[in-house]
């Protein structure tokens, strides 16, 4: 069984910074991409951010220059430094990643997290 589970969510004002973490857990044997998405009220689930195994990275256009997404592979972690936060990044931010099991190292599975709210007052 593997778990994603976020933590660093929670209630800034517009300007501030946040870090969100994304720790994995379970019978890993390895993990391809890690995901940032968030879902605002009303809204889809977009994608904000990814990063491969190697460290390349792709950010949403809105973000660019305002988050960084980042990974300790040794801690199966996954971060998201979010800085000059404005009231259109609340949402409910969702990590996701691509993992091989113990069980079944051949074979990639895709997990979610549970999910942390981000909201920014103006």
């Known amino acids: 069984q593997v778990q994603l589970v976020e933590s660093g969510g929670g209630l800034v004002q517009a300007g501030e910074s946040l870090r969100l973490s994304c720790a994995a857990s379970g019978s890993i044997f390895g993990i391809n991409l890690m995901n940032w998405y968030r879902q605002a009220p009303g809204k889809q689930r977009e994608l904000v951010a990814g990063i491969s195994s190697g460290g390349n990275t792709n950010y949403k256009e809105s973000v660019k220059g305002r988050f960084t997404i980042s990974r300790d592979n040794a801690k199966n972690t996954v971060y998201l430094e979010m800085n000059s936060l404005k009231s259109e990044d609340t949402a409910v931010y969702y990590c996701?990643?691509?993992?091989?099991?113990?069980?079944?190292?051949?074979?990639?599975?895709?997990?979610w997290g549970q999910g942390t709210q981000v909201t920014v007052s103006s």
């Open positions: 996701n990643a691509d993992i091989r099991t113990l069980e079944k190292p051949g074979l990639l599975f895709n997990y």
